[in-house]
């Protein structure tokens, strides 16, 4: 146990990344490394953030490239990201959604016929980015907001888990819309993202109560629905979400309260996981140490030989405590997710 | 005059014990765990049954038990307090019907049959003085409190035979009789404990540094992180605060999604529990149940433009039914969570059960 635990890529966020990794950061284009040191200082987070700055992000790269003599650019431009994209990997591993969206732009970056004049193709690229975001982030969470409204009916009490923006995104749209509930934010430590969740919904006018995930047993009676937000649905039906979130719908399960999942189409991915531990992201150990009453219990945990901390990022939820996926091609279950991955697969082709 | 100046003594000893109680419940005095708390009621009721003035048992009971309602009015959450009152007033009981001479079996439980042939509840006033019952009352007291000093020790003896060599272990929080039980068991064999911190008063980090100093290879996660890991672990050790009528549990906040978790994976759960955490109430009470503690753990003050706006809750114990329980480890040995009805009814006369 303690070996595997060491044997995931740790790192702490104290010490400069830049120090640490094996690409020279000087051929890297500027606006990437910006993003990099974004992602690994938390400034960035969130999958739907992530995924929109990432593009932002190629389509400075994209202005700025020139094709060199003797080349196509078809095939450069493909193979100028390669090391862009190993560096946004070595900062923070690639979430599921980007990595979906690296894959669309290298293969509308490959479909650029090689007659095509350098502005023209670069312009079409550009476009495309932008479709690719307006469809299937912006318009995808006002498809799912106008599904997810026939699901909250007035008088209900919501719960929700951390700070999702799709979720976010639907509450808010359903108070404008007149629907009279009220909110339970549950948090966890040591992210407490709970709480930007908890801003963002109280700015709104939105009646809300604040509880940490230990107290989910207790506060679970008065519940009508779970509102979960997704980081990936993979192929066999798991939800990968930010830990914790598997642990509130076994307990709904338990009260039989209805757990429904949040989910554009471009975070489905082909991969296959059973139990949280085979590939997970490990997070900066130091953040569990907290101070309680002037002594902190952890402060030399390093020095001692045999107490380790573990910091978890994702887990995965199994199907049968999900009761509905709301995606933007309609509400699923989660066991229809490799049925939509094939209809997207031959749509490409 | 050694009369009055002895009850004025007792009665601030009193005084000073239910100050205490009163404050450590707040989480602002010190913290005292059960088994002192269990230590200290019991050698106080020891303290009054020798220095009141009484001359039949029944006085001596009415005496405790006024001591004793409001010994449990100043902290309600501490069941122990209870349950040391209601072991000697059995124990009262059990030395006054001896003194009589009647049989054991006599007035033990209820039946039908007794019911029946004698006509109603039996008379029994305890209006006779016996000379020997205080001596007989103080010496059982003695008893019980070596009983008390000892357990902790006798569930750790337990320890070899439910945990072997790399195992991985789960617990949450920290309990010292759970702390014990794993120390014991490391002496001999190597293992892997797995402490959920508790947020969010974290008490599971003081619980890993403790392991950790003896040799005990430690790690520690996060609430949000007990589902997640369960999948690894073989066995959940817990401690609790009070074991209910029914089997179930109230225990700190956080393992009702631990059982819930051990059970969906069928990893057993295993309660270290020892007797005097065993109180006749029923979970059914909803005001009485729960305890709460200032939200400012829970959101602190510095949040300040959306904490006037928001309801923010801390309680700090959780109910576990019965079902999600495999084993209690108590000081007299290993029991289903189906045989608790049985133990109370050996430590605590019916009638006792309302103070």
């Known amino acids: ?349 | 005059m050694p009369g009055p100046y002895r009850e004025t003594d007792l009665t601030e000893k009193v005084e000073a014990f239910l100050s205490d109680l009163k404050r450590g419940g707040s989480g602002t005095g010190p913290l005292r765990g059960s088994a002192e708390t269990a230590r200290e009621t019991t050698a106080l009721l020891r303290r009054i049954t020798a220095q009141v003035r009484w001359s039949s048992a029944g006085d001596l009971m009415e005496v405790i038990r006024k001591e004793g309602r409001r010994m449990s009015a100043a902290q309600p959450s501490e069941t122990t307090v209870g349950n040391m009152i209601r072991r000697v007033l059995k124990i009262i009981r059990e030395e006054y019907a001896r003194s009589r001479g009647s049989s054991e079996e006599a007035d033990q439980q209820e039946s039908l049959h007794k019911l029946l042939t004698s006509g109603g509840l039996s008379e029994e006033n305890f209006r006779q003085y016996f000379t020997a019952l205080k001596a007989n009352v103080i010496e059982a007291i003695n008893e019980l409190l070596t009983e008390l000093e000892g357990t902790t020790d006798n569930i750790a003896m337990q320890a070899l035979e439910h945990i072997h060599s790399n195992e991985v272990i789960m617990t949450i929080g920290r309990s010292r009789t759970v702390e014990a039980f794993l120390k014991d068991a490391a002496r001999k064999r190597k293992f892997h404990v797995i402490v959920a911190e508790c947020a969010p008063f974290c008490q599971g980090h003081e619980m890993a540094t403790s392991l950790s100093k003896d040799g005990i290879e430690t790690t520690v996660i996060t609430d949000a992180a007990i589902f997640a890991v369960m999948s690894r672990v073989n066995k959940v050790i817990i401690g609790t605060q009070t074991v209910l009528a029914n089997g179930g549990l109230r225990a700190v906040n956080g393992t009702h999604t631990l059982a819930l978790a051990a059970k969906h994976h069928s990893t057993p759960l295993i309660v270290c529990a020892p007797m005097f955490k065993l109180s006749p109430q029923f979970p059914n009470e909803e005001d009485t149940f729960h305890k709460f503690v200032s939200p400012h753990e829970v959101l602190p003050f510095t949040e300040g433009e959306i904490l006037s706006k928001v309801n923010v809750h801390c309680p700090v114990f959780d109910y576990v039914p019965p079902e999600l329980i495999t084993l209690f480890i108590s000081n007299i040995g290993g029991h289903a969570p189906s045989y608790i009805y049985r133990l109370m009814s050996e430590l605590y006369h019916p009638e006792d059960h309302e103070l």
């Open chain 1, 1 to 349: 146990m303690k070996q595997m635990v060491r044997s995931f890529l740790t790192y702490s966020r104290k010490a400069p990344l830049t120090q640490q990794l094996s690409i020279p950061s000087a051929v890297i284009h500027p606006a990437i490394v910006r993003l990099g040191l974004q992602y690994s200082q938390g400034i960035v987070a969130g999958s739907n953030a992530r995924s929109i700055a990432l593009l932002h992000a190629f389509k400075q790269v994209i202005s700025d490239y020139t094709t060199p003599s003797n080349e196509e650019l078809s095939r450069d431009l493909v193979n100028k990201l390669k090391p862009y994209i190993s560096f946004l990997n070595q900062c923070r591993p690639l979430s599921a959604s980007m990595g979906n969206a690296i894959k669309y732009i290298k293969k509308e970056i490959s479909n650029i016929p090689s007659q095509f004049k350098e502005d023209d193709a670069k312009k079409k690229l550009l476009n495309c980015i932008e479709c690719f975001i307006e469809e299937k982030i912006v318009l995808a969470a006002k498809a799912i907001a106008k599904s997810s409204i026939e699901k909250i009916n007035d008088g209900d009490v919501i719960l929700v888990y951390g700070c999702s923006s799709l979720v976010n995104h639907i509450l808010c749209e359903a108070f404008e819309k007149g629907r009279k509930f009220r909110v339970i934010v549950v948090d966890s430590r040591p992210r407490l993202e709970g709480r930007e969740a908890l801003r963002r919904l109280v700015q709104k006018g939105i009646s809300c109560t604040y509880v940490l995930i230990s107290a989910v047993s207790y506060i679970l009676p008065e519940v009508s629905k779970v509102f979960l937000g997704a980081h990936a649905l993979l192929a066999n039906g798991y939800v990968m979400s930010r830990v914790g979130t598997s642990q509130i719908a076994l307990v709904a399960k338990a009260f039989n309260v209805p757990v429904l999942v949040c989910c554009e189409t471009y975070k489905f991915c082909e991969r296959v996981q059973t139990d949280s531990f085979v590939s997970n992201e490990l997070d900066d150990p130091d953040d569990l140490i907290v101070t309680r009453k002037g002594e902190t219990q952890l402060k030399d945990w390093q020095q001692v030989p045999r107490l380790g901390l573990l910091n978890l990022v994702y887990d995965v939820t199994p199907p049968d405590f999900v009761d509905l996926v709301i995606t933007d091609l309609g509400m699923i279950p989660c066991t229809s997710v490799p049925v939509v991955l094939r209809v997207k697969n031959v749509d490409l082709l």
